[in-house]
Nanobody, 119 residues
């Protein structure tokens, strides 16, 4: 099992910055990719950024150059530094962990944290 605890959301004005953090508590699961997704009102959940254990990074085109994902594999944490925030970044942000055991691979989700960008 994996439990995810997110922190760092809130409200900010256009151009501002926020840092999201997610700490994983796990038992019997090996963590592979960690990342962040978001869901705006009336829209589908979408990938924001992921980071694999190999260090390979993936970013949505809309956040490239503004957001930076990082992880501390020793502590099972992943963070998302968000700079140059825009109103269209307003969404609930979800921490995601891809994990596996000897018998299955599974995705784990945090409860979500609100990010609001106002003009």
């Amino acid at each position: 099992q994996v439990q995810l605890m997110e922190s760092g959301g809130g409200s900010v004005q256009v151009g501002g910055s926020l840092r999201l953090s997610c700490a994983a508590s796990r038992s019997g699961v090996v963590i592979n990719t960690m990342g962040w997704y978001r869901q705006a009102p009336g829209k589908q959940r979408e990938l924001v950024a992921t980071i694999a254990t190999t260090g390979i990074l993936t970013y949505a085109e809309s956040v490239k150059g503004r957001f930076t994902i990082s992880r501390d594999s020793a502590k099972d944490t992943v963070s998302l530094q968000m700079n140059g925030l825009k109103p269209e970044d307003t969404a609930v942000y979800y921490c995601n962990v891809q994990g596996y055991t000897r018998v299955e691979r599974k995705a784990y989700w945090g409860q979500g944290i609100q990010v609001t960008v106002s003009s």
